[in-house]
C-alpha cells in the first residue's frame, strides 16, 4: 500500500502477512479522497475509522493534515502495526483494540468523517447495524459523512441516511449523512 498525498506522499508501507486484511486499493482510496476534498480542510477534521485494518485510510488522513484520527480493529496485529507506523512516520493516530460494535455502543467519540471497511462477507444486517448505530449515538458531526466500504454485490442504498455510493472495481463506498445535510 501507498499513500498518494500529502506529508508522506508515495510513501509504501508494507504490512505483515499474516494480518487479516483486504486494504482498500490505491485506485479506491485515490478516487474516495478525490471526493473527500471537494468537501472538507483535512486540518479541520475529525476522523474515525472502523475496522482500521493496516491503517491505510488512517495513514492518508494524517498525510494531508488531520490531526484527530481513531482507529479501532478488533486485530492486535492490526492495531499493533498502526501504533508502529504512526509512531514511524509521526502521524497523530490513535489505535483501540476493540470490537467495533461494542465500541460504537459504547464511545461518545463525534467525528466529522466515520469510516467503516468491514469484511466484505458480512451479512447485509451487519453493515447496516453499522449505519443504524452510528445515527442512533449520535456519532456523525454536522455536515459529516459515515462511508461504508462494501463488495458491489451488497446493496445500502435502502438504510436509512443513505446519500450516495461510488463504485470502483469490485469496491463501492456508500455513503451517509444527517437527514438535515442530505444532499450531493
Given at each position: 500500500m501507498r499513500i498518494i498525498s500529502g506529508k508522506h506522499k508515495g510513501r509504501r508501507l508494507t504490512a505483515p502477512k499474516k494480518l487479516p486484511v483486504r486494504p482498500t486499493t490505491d485506485l479506491a482510496k485515490e478516487s474516495l479522497f478525490n471526493i473527500l476534498n471537494n468537501h472538507y480542510y483535512f486540518h479541520e477534521i475529525s476522523v474515525l475509522d472502523l475496522f482500521a485494518g493496516t491503517g491505510n485510510i488512517?495513514?492518508?488522513f494524517a498525510s494531508r493534515g488531520t490531526e484527530n484520527i481513531t482507529a479501532v480493529d478488533g486485530d492486535y496485529g492490526c492495531v499493533r502495526f498502526i501504533k508502529q507506523t504512526a509512531a514511524l512516520l509521526e502521524l497523530d493516530i490513535t489505535a483501540i483494540k476493540s470490537d467495533v460494535y461494542k465500541f460504537?455502543?459504547?464511545t461518545n467519540i463525534q467525528s466529522d468523517i466515520i469510516f467503516?471497511?468491514?469484511?466484505y462477507a458480512f451479512t447485509e444486517a451487519q453493515?447496516?447495524?453499522?449505519a443504524t448505530t452510528v445515527f442512533e449515538r449520535d456519532l456523525l458531526l454536522e455536515d459529516g459523512f459515515l462511508i461504508i466500504e462494501h463488495a458491489k454485490e451488497t446493496s445500502l442504498e435502502h438504510v436509512a441516511n443513505f446519500s450516495f455510493s461510488k463504485s470502483y472495481g469490485g469496491s463501492v463506498f456508500s455513503f451517509f449523512e444527517l437527514p438535515e445535510t442530505n444532499s450531493e
Open positions: 488512517s495513514y492518508e460504537l455502543d459504547r467503516a471497511d468491514p469484511p453493515f447496516t447495524q453499522i
